[in-house]
């Protein structure tokens, strides 16, 4: 079976086209032929290695957890999907898989996708609106009518906050590059901040923060959060509470609880689902080496089916 593999940790270039194998299917796992993939952050940080103690990974790998396709075939106890189905789901990152023409997740994982849903568009979803909503309402319980500051809003999980939080009533103020102001407007933003010439530490009274960056980002962050002001961190495991502001990690590990309300948006035309590029599997390494420099608008998407 065709993929993008690798055999040792190291960046993107390491990733390369080879052969692998399906692991044997179970009674409540189904076979899906995968027509797109989507990349994300956690790939880098896996195919470096730096995520060995969290999510042990055996060599050789095949990178990639968000996947749309066509299911192939089911299991004996698998019932509420069915072959022909066209399906969106996530693959334990352990196992990965997605950047292949094939590959065997648990029935749980999936959920049918709408009509009017491309391929491409699906595989955009899991990890990007999944983890935006924990953020948002999970770890950060935000209110209608409070503010929320959105680093690296045009990007995947922040273009899908960005719209979260407006659906949500809140006031939305967001950071971004000058050349995606326009886009992040129009996801919903009530005010943009160039985060190249404005100083985000300046800004005052923010009820909740979605951290997508670390480090200094994240250290500024603090003095933005008002009386009750709480930050929400997708990179910073060791987030915590600082003068009497709470901090909390965001662990994002199941995506199906999360997609039908995706998919219900979008069909309702509440949800835009933004994309960078897509490329085709034999230009899987370009793809991360895209996201490696950390200017992605939206989603990267690989398109393995022909």
Do not use: C
Not at 73 to 85: L, W
Not at 104 to 124: D, I, K, T
Not at 223 to 230: F, M, Y
């Amino acid at each position: 079976m065709k993929a993008a593999l690798i055999q040792a940790f190291g960046g993107p270039d390491i990733v390369a086209i080879g052969k692998s194998v399906l692991r044997v299917p179970q009674a409540d796992d189904i076979v899906v032929r995968v027509e797109a993939a989507a990349v994300n952050p956690l790939d880098l940080k896996i195919i470096a290695g730096y995520m060995q103690q969290v999510f042990p990974v055996e060599l050789p790998y095949v990178p990639g957890t968000d996947f749309s396709g066509v299911v192939e075939s089911v299991g004996a106890q698998v019932t509420h999907v069915h072959v022909g189905d066209r399906v969106v789901g996530r693959t334990q990152p352990s196992a990965g898989g997605a950047l292949a023409k094939q590959v065997v997740v648990a029935a749980s994982s999936v959920v049918v996708m709408p009509q009017g849903m491309s391929f491409e568009q699906g595989a955009a979803v899991p990890t990007a609106f999944g983890t935006a909503s924990q953020a948002l309402f999970d770890t950060g319980a935000l209110k209608h009518g409070e503010t929320v500051l959105i680093h690296a809003a045009a990007g995947g999980v922040g273009s899908m906050a960005v719209q979260l939080a407006h659906e949500a009533g809140a006031r939305v103020v967001a950071t971004a590059s000058p050349r995606n102001h326009d886009l992040v407007r129009s996801l919903g933003a009530d005010e943009v901040i160039d985060y190249r010439t404005q100083d985000v530490s300046e800004w005052r009274g923010v009820d909740l923060v979605i951290d997508t960056i670390g480090g200094e980002t994240l250290e500024k962050s603090w003095s933005t959060l008002g009386a009750h002001g709480r930050i929400a961190s997708t990179v910073e495991f060791g987030i915590a509470a600082r003068d009497g502001h709470a901090g909390g990690f965001v662990f994002f590990a199941d995506a199906a609880r999360f997609l039908p309300e995706a998919f219900r948006l979008f069909e309702e035309g509440r949800l835009q689902v933004v994309t960078d590029a897509i490329v085709k599997l034999d230009d899987a390494r370009s793809a991360l080496e895209r996201l490696a420099t950390g200017h992605a608008r939206g989603k990267l998407i690989v398109r393995v089916g022909q």
